[in-house]
């Protein structure tokens, strides 16, 4: 495996090639991701309706690291990992306003994704399974989100993506797929099952419970597009940035490299 001090020095390159691939590129692979987060969370949501309190979220947090394990190996891009372009930002090797235009294109194409896999479960029946707990499960885990304060979801979002960028940073220093699994892992189980928030995740969770419960003719307190937009998706992607740009982008960018670029 690398070392962390190699880890961040392949950072610079990989977020160069991020930052300078085509834009329809980028969204193409942004969708991908987005659907490859959603489908995790359509397998976490399935999988907890069977059960009821802690056992069910301990199941759906051992589900759902199969989707950063499927953004990593098939190859696409999410707006979360993407975080960790600020490191060749301060390294000089991207500027700004390559970076922005990376994130803003991804978290476009993570929305794409996410919103295509809550129509298709949606309407596709998925939701029927277990008698429609697996609907009661997807409007009950979208209104909770929903009706976040604007406080704890920045919070929850600083903590997810502290985690997320954690597993990244981890998948970089393995040489094999199977590494790579071990990496990611317990990270992403671990933000899953505190309840932290994940701004890609919740681009399908609660709007999959808005289908659900348009679908079913089910009226829910609080579940509303601009609840979801102003109240969750705001806060969460302001806090994703802060824990994984700076939490640890710009940390180890402190760590292993700043020295080496004064001495350049």
Known sequence: MFTPAEVANNVIGIGKAKAGNKPYKLFLL???????????????????????GSAGKLVGACIFPVGLLMVLVAGSELFTGNNLIIVSVLT?????????KNWVIVYLGNFVGSILVALIACYCGQYNLFDGAVAATTISVAAS????????????????????????WMSFAAKSVGGKLAAVYLPIMLFVLAGFEHSVANMYYVPAGLFA???????????????????????????????????????????????AKKAD
């Open 145 to 168: 989100k929903a009706n976040l304060a604007f406080g704890p979801a920045l919070l929850k979002g600083i903590a997810c993506n502290f985690l997320v960028c954690i597993a990244v």
């Open 30 to 52: 942004g969708i991908l991701a987005g659907m490859f987060i959603a489908m995790a969370a359509v397998g976490a949501n399935t999988a907890s309706a069977t059960l009821t």
């Open 92 to 100: 000089g090797d991207v500027k700004w306003g390559a970076m922005f």
């Open 213 to 259: 419960a348009s679908a079913s003719g089910t009226a829910v307190d609080g579940l509303t597009w601009g609840n979801f937009l102003l109240n969750n998706l705001l806060p969460v992607t302001l806090g994703n940035i802060i824990g994984g740009a700076i939490l640890v982008g710009v940390m180890y960018w402190a760590i292993y490299l700043a020295d």
